[in-house]
Nanobody, 124 residues
Framework: QVQLVESGGGLVQAGDSLRLSCAAS????????MGWFRQAPGKEREFVAA?????????YYADSVKGRFTISRDNAKNTVYLQMNSLKPEDTAVYYC????????????????WGQGTQVTVSS
């Protein structure tokens, strides 16, 4: 079992920046591909970004966040990050960290473990 805990959310203004963190339990963090998803009220959970296992050589982003968000990982700290710049009101959502045992995926159903989420609110 893997436990994930997100942190770093908050209330910011449009154009501001925020960095989310996801701390993972377990001794095999480096073997998991990691992803960030978000869910706004009344909407389905959507893919935001993902990073490959181990060295994180491969990263993937939703078109809506390309050029603004950056995903990274620090295996020594069992932590994955999501740096969010130039935030927009439409980025407002609960952001979830997820772990995939096999490979990088952009579909929520393909992930094996999920955190509880952290709220990000961007005002205009």
């Amino acid at each position: 079992q893997v436990q994930l805990v997100e942190s770093g959310g908050g209330l910011v203004q449009a154009g501001d920046s925020l960095r989310l963190s996801c701390a993972a339990s377990g001794r095999t963090f480096s073997s998991y591909a990691m992803g960030w998803f978000r869910q706004a009220p009344g909407k389905e959970r959507e893919f935001v970004a993902a990073i490959s296992r181990s060295g994180g050589a491969s990263t993937y982003y939703a078109d809506s966040v390309k050029g603004r968000f950056t995903i990274s990982r620090d295996n020594a700290k069992n932590t994955v990050y999501l740096q969010m710049n130039s935030l927009k009101p439409e980025d407002t959502a609960v952001y979830y960290c997820a772990a995939n045992l096999f490979s990088v995926r952009s579909t929520a159903g393909d992930y094996d473990y999920w955190g509880q989420g952290t709220q990000v609110t961007v005002s205009s």
